[in-house]
């Protein structure tokens, strides 16, 4: 069992910078690959990045390609989110999700991810 905890999100401005944390604890985080999801109100959930077990391998949404940056400390058993260049559009609430495996075909695939945080609410507005 995993459990999962995101933090880090508030208000910011656009074109304004954010680093979103999900704490993993009840297993060996390195055995686990973890992926960012969002979800506006009324609209479907959507992927925004995936990295690997150990960090080798990351993947992210078109939208936010060039702008976003997952990465991992295993020794903190922690996985990051940076987010640079907001914009209002970013308004969501983010998620983190982990599987025991992943590659380019299922990193933004909801049914993939077995394990799922309560999720953190980012709102860029100025």
């Known amino acids: 069992q995993v459990k999962l905890v995101e933090s880090g999100g508030g208000l910011v401005q656009p074109g304004g910078s954010l680093r979103l944390s999900c704490a993993v604890s009840?297993?060996?985080?390195?055995?686990?690959?973890i992926a960012w999801f969002r979800q506006v109100p009324g609209k479907a959930r959507e992927g925004v990045s995936c990295?690997?077990?150990?960090?080798?391998?990351?993947y992210y949404a078109d939208s936010m390609e060039g702008r976003f940056t997952v990465s991992r400390d295993n020794a903190k058993k922690t996985v990051y989110l940076q987010m640079t260049r907001l914009k209002p559009e970013d308004t969501a609430v983010y998620y983190c999700?982990?599987?025991?495996?992943?590659?380019?075909?299922?990193?933004?695939?909801?049914?993939?991810?077995?394990?799922w945080g309560q999720g953190t609410q980012v709102t860029v507005s100025s």
């Open positions: 999700a982990a599987a025991v495996f992943m590659d380019q075909e299922t990193c933004h695939l909801l049914s993939h991810w077995d394990f």
């Open positions: 009840g297993s060996s985080v390195d055995a686990y690959a």
């Open positions: 990295i690997s077990s150990v960090g080798e391998n990351t």
